[in-house]
């Protein structure tokens, strides 16, 4: 029986790690691409994801009918004011005259209009194609993370002068990595992530992790959750930002009840960001090689409700994703100051090379 | 003992952040094991390049007249 149950959870490691590193090294491709499409782009392009409701259609038509209207000028006028002088007399003057030569458009005519228009997008797309913003390589960010990472080290790590007060903290950064992700979401109303958490190692076996932190506290808590049953541990173990788009797919092989509340009820969140919160020491070994050891003391979960949420068109194509490494930068100066907070006397584990 | 030198070249900083992933990037510019500054360069410049959006989003995002989100 027992044989049984270790084999049963050795089938589920392999399968969770093979669902995880597979994610992260191979493209989603269509079947993504259409999933993506369907959840996110397209319902922020027809204008429901945003506040004002502008639709793709009207948009669009905005745009493109000045361009049709200027295009028909030269047409209609070669129409309007004939070379032909008996012509010329003979033709009606005033609206009717235009009237009549708008409905006399023929397809060389159309085509011409169309040729203008296609000249006159494709060149104010080229513009924006080769447009190439300079990139600024000291940023606000990147001061307040140098600061950050001067300060000094105390016993509650230099920053607050109690557990307490340093929890709070925490708590702060969270909420703050929250209103972060919600700029990048374009979420005024910072209502589509739905909780932030920070997950950390209850001990240096790797078996346990626990909540030390999170914003939504609306159940009662676990003390501690089998570590090989959060995906935030497979996460951790591979060191890299990691965003899970459909929680509740059928491919996920993990639990869909939550993990960390007492009565287990089922997980509301369908997207996941996973940001791995990592330290890293050096070694010289004793041929003077520098070998780096990279550890994880705990994991940034930031979740939402819907699908497809930190994901952007595009992220198909790359075997990462995108948008996790632009909310990583986004978020630079609070995971700073997590680890700062966190580090101390946090059980860490070594990030598979 | 052998002192460690941080690293400083940002192109060879920029392929070291495609092996390794942006989050254990970021624990060794922390430990000093990555000079800050052309770390925070390398960095810049590599979410710069990966934030590049291919021509149907743009195409999309200039027909609907929405914001390009990367870009705000």
Sequence with gaps: MAAAKFKASQEFRAKCIEYVECKLTTKGGYHEAYSGFKHRTFPYLIGLETKDKTNLIVASVLKILPLFLGAMVPVVARKVYPQNAVAAAAAPQGPEAVLKAIASIDPTDAALIFTVVFFTLFNKLSEKYFKRSKVSFTTPHTRICETIESLPLDQFAGISSTPAASDALLKSCLAGIKHEISVLLLDDSEKVISDVVYWEFCDKTERRMRVRSRLVMDKPQKTSVEAHLLQAYYVAKTGKVFAEHDFQHRDNPFPSERASSVDNGSVAYKSILFVPIIINEEEVDSAGETIDHDYCIGVLCVASDRPFRFWRWGDQNRDEGTFGKVAYDHIRPYIQLVRRLAMHGAYRVEVNA | ?72
């Design chain 2, 1 to 72: 003992m052998k002192t460690v030198q941080p690293l400083k070249d940002v192109d060879q900083l920029g392929r070291l952040i495609d092996e390794i992933g942006i989050a254990r990037f970021e624990g060794r510019c922390a430990s000093g094991a990555i000079d800050q500054v052309a770390g925070a360069k390398a960095m810049q410049a590599y979410v710069e390049k990966v934030s590049e959006r291919p021509l149907a989003s743009r195409l999309a995002h200039f027909l609907s007249d929405t914001v390009e989100v990367y870009k705000r």
